[in-house]
């Protein structure tokens, strides 16, 4: 009902870049719908007169709901239009790295996982990894922190001092410590 409120608002104002930002927060509050809620709030950027940090809730609603590529090409976008915003472009260029460290979460747990289903013992270490040829050495995220290897769960994810911490929240892969 909010959301048909809203659109006949819409409908008498067209303009109303709030409305089109309220639509999109009950798509992400009340519906956990955040392909429709980042459409919302990039609708609501376009409008003439709308704050620039509708772009940055938009991208960060997208990779909210795992949507990585296009968090990605809203952030990169960001970036390289904040010439005169280094605040912004310094936040987009994180957002960025983050994308990346989830990428490389992913590929590195496939690694893992496929390790210890042939059974290493405990507790799981990069080290063990690399002595077994599976890699190089101990990984880095893109801020330059080691990932972190759970040694019992063998759960891989940033590390807790890493810069890029949090991770964008419902992508974040859960650990066991």
Do not use: C
């Amino acid at each position: 009902l909010a959301i048909e409120l809203l659109e006949r608002g819409l409908e008498a104002r067209p303009d109303n870049w709030q409305y089109m930002q309220d639509i999109g927060f009950v798509h992400y509050w009340s519906r956990q719908d955040y392909v429709a809620a980042a459409e919302w709030f990039e609708r609501a950027a376009g409008v003439p007169g709308a704050p620039w940090w509708l772009r940055s809730l938009a991208a960060t609603t997208r990779a909210a709901g795992g949507d990585r590529a296009g968090a990605r090409a809203l952030w990169t976008a960001l970036r390289d239009s904040a010439t005169d915003n280094e605040w912004l472009r310094n936040d987009a260029t994180r957002r960025l790295q983050q994308l990346d460290a989830l990428d490389a979460v992913d590929t590195l747990q496939r690694v893992v996982d496929a390790w210890v289903a042939q059974g290493p013992p405990k507790p799981y270490t990069w080290e063990g990894l690399a002595r077994a040829g599976r890699l190089r050495g101990v990984p880095a995220d893109p801020a330059g922190a080691p990932f972190y290897l759970g040694p019992y769960s063998g759960t891989v994810d940033v590390a807790d001092d890493s810069p890029l911490r949090p991770l964008p929240a419902d992508s974040a892969p859960k650990r066991a410590r």
